[in-house]
């Protein structure tokens, strides 16, 4: 009808040859959008920048080698395999892989698009009642609260004398308390107080805003500092209408916005001044971390888990996907640890997607093997 827009689908096809994706966007014709990919992993890139609706993966005798599901891009996605033939035992496999459903690739017709249009409504309401649902509560598993009080107190008596040398090391090599507390961010966005040895000078907190641009993870082309006026704003002609007082600086609710989008969630920088000659080594070596024993011996986090973010990390992972990462507990060694340390590449992204799918995968058996994992890991030195 004149004047009206109409709501297309957004298609992801994924399939090696190009031809049969040409074929299904015309059977579609004007009901859809479609973006062809030629596998899997240029399909998950794409999703990571662009909206879909439903995925349609060609596949050719035999289904995938691993779950569908298990990618955080894929996990609230209709997603329907296509086939040159069907049998039961295939379309067995590929819903046991996590596809929606398997239709015959050359044979679509009327019923494949109803089914879709059903499709993204059961995963749209899906996707909205888990948006309700914060993951405030999380409780660790019996088994794994056993293994942290022996690990954590065990390791507290052996210790101890390391401890009380460090203690001392550090309160020779500079001014300051011994112990660092944070505030930090856990399990269902539960707060507590993080110890840490104390490795940076005091006061070095305030430093943070002056030296965001050395930040690692900020993301490039975005200016966090921007202006005080709003560019939209005055394109429109008149003058900002909701004002915010952020940091003692007025500022135009929409540049807030913007900036805030636009800065990176995690602060990490690369030869920070900040930290003390002796506190260079303590890094290195862990051995800062230490004290964290004494979180895990109360409750505050376990040995293994995603690490607890201060405030200023965690209000900025709060969207549908990313507050997943809250549903696990909070740990002193993890899934990006152990398999990304001393890489001077690992970005944002894949940190928040590493620690989601720890909180989607973590068992007793997974933890043991990433604590021995961890040991070789603390081997590999990364000056951040």
């Known amino acids: 009808m004149e004047g009206v827009e109409v709501n297309r689908l957004q298609v992801l096809y994924v399939d090696k040859h190009m031809e049969s994706s040409i074929q299904a966007a015309r059977f579609f014709g004007e009901k859809a959008n479609f973006q062809h990919v030629s596998d899997l992993e240029e399909g998950l890139q794409y999703l990571k920048e662009n909206k879909v609706d439903v995925m349609l993966y060609s596949v050719q005798e035999q289904v995938p080698a691993q779950s569908l599901r298990k990618h955080p891009y894929l996990r609230h996605l209709p997603v329907i395999m296509l086939s040159e033939s069907i049998t039961p035992a295939l379309k067995s496999e590929a819903l046991k892989l996590g596809a929606d459903d398997l239709y015959q690739r050359d044979g679509l017709g009327q019923e494949i698009f109803i089914r879709i249009q059903y499709l993204v ?37 052996l210790l101890l004398p390391v401890l009380s040398l460090v203690a001392l090391c550090i309160k020779l090599d500079s001014k300051g308390p011994v112990l660092y507390l944070s505030k930090r961010v856990g399990a269902g966005y539960k707060v507590f107080n993080l110890y840490k040895f104390r490795t940076m000078r005091t006061g070095a907190d305030k430093d943070i805003a002056a030296m965001a641009d050395a930040n690692m993870y900020t993301k490039k082309g975005s200016d ?114 152990v398999t990304k340390r001393g890489k001077g590449d690992l970005s944002e992204e894949e940190r928040i997607q590493l620690d989601i799918e720890y909180a989607h995968t973590y068992s007793f058996w997974g933890d043991v093997k990433l604590i021995l994992r961890t040991f070789p890991a603390l081997l590999q030195t990364e000056n951040v």
């Open 121 to 157: 409504k059961k995963h749209r309401l899906l996707r909205e009642r888990k948006r309700q649902q914060t993951p405030k509560g999380v409780k660790t598993p019996v088994a794994k609260r056993i293994l942290d009080i022996l690990i954590s107190g065990t390791a507290l008596l």
């Open 224 to 337: 966090t500092a921007g202006s005080m006026g709003c560019p939209e704003c005055a394109r429109l002609g008149h003058a900002c209408s909701s004002m915010l007082y952020i940091s003692g600086k007025q500022m135009c609710e929409r540049t807030f916005l913007s900036q805030k989008n636009a800065a990176a969630a995690f602060m990490k920088f690369q030869n920070d001044p900040r930290i003390t000659r002796l506190g260079l080594f303590l890094r290195n070596t862990s051995l800062d971390e230490l004290p964290q024993l004494f979180n895990i011996f109360l409750g505050d986090m376990s040995l293994v888990g995603n690490r607890p973010l201060p405030l200023y990390e965690a209000e900025k992972l709060t969207t549908d996907e990313y507050i997943q990462r809250f549903a696990a507990p909070a740990g002193l060694t993890g899934l990006w640890q």
